[in-house]
């Protein structure tokens, strides 16, 4: 019985042929996940890249078949099609049925100007650039646990689905919470999935911030 196959153009130097999975493959991808590099909080892209999309990508192709870091290099909508490709070769692979359609929603706010939402279906464009948002905020973390929270949880879920000219997340801090409200629940209308672990999350925060002023109030004199 032979396997499915189709044929991919991933650049000029990169010609490779993604396949239905058999043993051999499923396994490879096994070892390369295995392989990869195991994810911090302050893991790189790459990193992130090395684990939770090269094993499937690379494991059901064959020919020109870049390595992780060239991999990561290609442009993403490159990256998009190779990952449509193993999808439409591997469904057992993936929670939701083959589509190339995407869903989309558009957000006016007030002052006349628009966000456009999309649905991601996981593509590598869309959760590398969440990825990206979320690390840069734990990197560069803000002093308030508030602002800190926006950055690091929910700016980076409604940026990372929203195709276009993207507000910023100090401007988006700034906004009347009316408006604030329109984008992120058009971001959790077209991805649920991500929202759904974010309940108790500002209690957590109150928390924090609570330590931090216990802190603050035992350096001064007679704290």
């Known amino acids: 019985m032979d396997l499915q196959r189709v044929s991919v153009a991933l650049s000029k130097e990169w010609q490779i042929t993604v396949f239905e999975n058999d043993w051999a493959m499923s396994r490879k991808r096994s070892r390369l ?127 990372a689905c929203t195709v276009g000219e993207i507000p910023t997340r100090e401007d988006a801090r700034r906004w009347p919470m009316s408006e604030v409200n329109k984008w992120y629940e058009a971001a959790q209308e077209i991805e649920p999935d991500w929202f759904a672990a974010l309940e108790g999350v500002s209690e957590e925060v109150a928390k924090e911030k609570a330590k931090q002023e216990k802190k603050k109030a035992k350096l001064k004199p007679g704290g």
């Open 33 to 159: 996940e295995s392989g990869a590099p195991e994810l911090k909080p302050d893991s790189s892209t790459l990193e992130y890249f090395q684990k939770n999309f090269y094993p499937l990508l690379a494991s059901v192709a064959e020919g020109d078949v870049p390595n992780a870091e060239a991999a990561f290099d290609l442009p993403r909508d490159v990256l998009d099609i190779w990952y449509l490709a193993v999808w439409q070769m591997n469904p057992d692979w993936f929670n939701y049925e083959f589509t190339n359609e995407t869903r989309t929603k558009v957000i006016e706010f007030r002052d006349g100007t628009q966000v456009v939402m999309t649905q991601t279906r996981n593509l590598p464009s869309f959760m590398l650039r969440l990825y990206d948002l979320e690390l840069e905020a734990v990197l560069n973390p803000d002093p308030d646990p508030e602002a800190q929270l926006f950055n690091t949880v929910f700016y980076p879920k409604m940026a």
